[in-house]
Structure formats: C-alpha cells, structure tokens
C-alpha cells in the first residue's frame, strides 16, 4: 500500500511566519501610541476631578471636613490623598484620618510647561506653579484644600482657599495638557483645556 507524506512547516517558514507577526505587531503598537497616551491624561484629569467633586459631596453630606491633597509628602509622585477630619473632642482636633489614595499615570504629571498662556485659568496664579492653591490667601503655592460642609474649600486654618493644577506628559504637545480650577467660597470646581486661537495658546473651559 503506498504511504502517504505529511508535510509540515520548515524552520524557515515558521521564522518568516513569526518575524510578519511580530513586524505587524510592532506597527499596531506605535500606531496606537497617541491613542494610549491621550487615554493616560485623560484618565488622569478625569480622576483628578472625580477626587475633587466626589470628596465635596462627602464633606456636604456628611457634614464634616474633607481634605485633598496633592503629592503629599511620603506617597509617591501623582498621589492624591483623599482624608477626613473628625470634629473636635475638648477644643482639641483629632488627627486627620486617610479616607483613600488616587493615582495618575507615571507618564502624567502635576506640571507646568513652557508656552502656557499668561492669562491662567480663572486668573488664578501665574502659571509657574503645578499645583498652585492659596490664592484666596495672598500667597499661592498651597498643595491642598479643604472642603467644608457648606461646599466651600477653604485651607486649615478655616480662611477660602481658591487655586489651580495643571496635568501634562512632558513628551507631548502642550496642547494636551489640562487644567483644574476651585473657586474657595463656593468650592466650584472647572476642567480646563489648553487650546489655540488665531496662534495663540489661551486655556478654554470644559
């Protein structure tokens, strides 16, 4: 009875095979690189402004202080610190109690870039500072705030605390960047965009 000769693949093919897949798998990827770095800011804008408004609830319907701070100190880097202050006991304040963290990407930062515009979002600040709260206070630069049970946002010492922060990936243009405004009396808080008229970077409310 004659046999029949199964054939299968040779080494060649299948180092031919395997060198298409991994071409077209690398050209997927760089592809979709803007794509995945547009998703990183805007995921990170969008937590940063969750943070802000879902903790001014809290400290609304709860009726107690929240704070929100930014790149606290002995967290890493794009930290955002959600924590509580229980209400006095004999005068004296307990000490604050963490609530929860967020994160940003690592690729996404609390910066300023050249070319942002002089005229800064909600004319606060001077745009030099990344986090840049206290403008209610004659200074800048404060890296958090306080949200009372009114909804206002005020500093630790009870006064209205207004400020900005800027997030950007350093790599892209500084048009990607995004912008958080809270207004102390009131605690509105606004997202921002960094965009272009007639040649001219100016931020534009979201």
Known sequence: MASTKQRGFSLL???ITISISMIVAAVTFITMMPSLNRAHLESS????LMALRNTRNLAITQSHEYYVVFNPGGFPAGTILVQY????????????????????????????????????????????NPIDFGQGLGFGNLNYVVFMPDG?????????????????????????????TVWGATG?????????????????QE
């Open 85 to 128: 202050q229980p209400p006095a006991v004999a005068g004296i304040l307990p000490p604050l109690q963490q609530v929860i963290t967020y994160s940003v990407p690592v690729d996404i930062t609390f910066a300023v870039r050249a070319g942002f515009p002089a005229a800064t979002p909600d004319g606060f600040g001077a745009g030099i």
């Open 13 to 15: 093919e299948l180092m």
């Open 188 to 204: 509105r808080i606004r997202g921002w965009r960094l965009d272009q008229n007639a040649g001219v970077a100016l931020w534009e």
């Open 45 to 48: 804008y969008s937590t940063t």
């Open 152 to 180: 206002s946002s005020r500093d630790n010492l009870g006064n209205y605390n207004s400020g900005v922060l800027y997030l950007t990936r350093a790599s892209d243009s500084i048009y990607s960047s995004r912008a958080i």
